[in-house]
């Protein structure tokens, strides 16, 4: 379950790759693990996105202009999870664990870590 703040953290990390390249990178079965691959048009620079327990992913493969944004949602079966979208894109994913950014949790990482 993410908390409150994890998803400040998380929209803050979003807000900071705004305008990337997303892209399909791989889909785990065994946990349910969901990775998209942001990459920096100008720079190059990329990060993987790990979403855990993932029961919804909908949308592209990959698009161009990237706008994430996390919130809050609660599973048909009453679990609190979080909802992962970018609407200019169609693209929707809902879990209930966890997003991973890079190698790192974001429930457990300083918000220096996303700045």
């Known amino acids: 379950m993410m908390a409150d703040k994890d998803i400040t953290k998380v929209n803050a990390f979003f807000k900071n790759w705004k ?6 990178n791989k889909f785990t ?4 693990r969901f990775v998209i691959e942001l990459k920096q048009p100008d720079s190059g620079e990329f990060i993987g996105v790990s979403f855990s327990f993932c029961n919804y992913i909908a949308g592209p493969t990959w698009w161009d202009n990237c706008e994430l944004t996390c919130f809050r949602w609660k599973s048909p079966d009453g679990k609190n999870g979080y909802e992962v979208r970018d609407e200019m894109a169609g693209f929707l994913i809902r879990g209930t664990d966890s997003v991973v950014i890079g190698e790192e949790d974001l429930s457990t990482a300083s918000l220096a870590y996303i700045n």
């Open 19 to 24: 305008g990337a390249i997303a892209l399909f």
């Open 29 to 32: 079965s065994s946990h349910n």
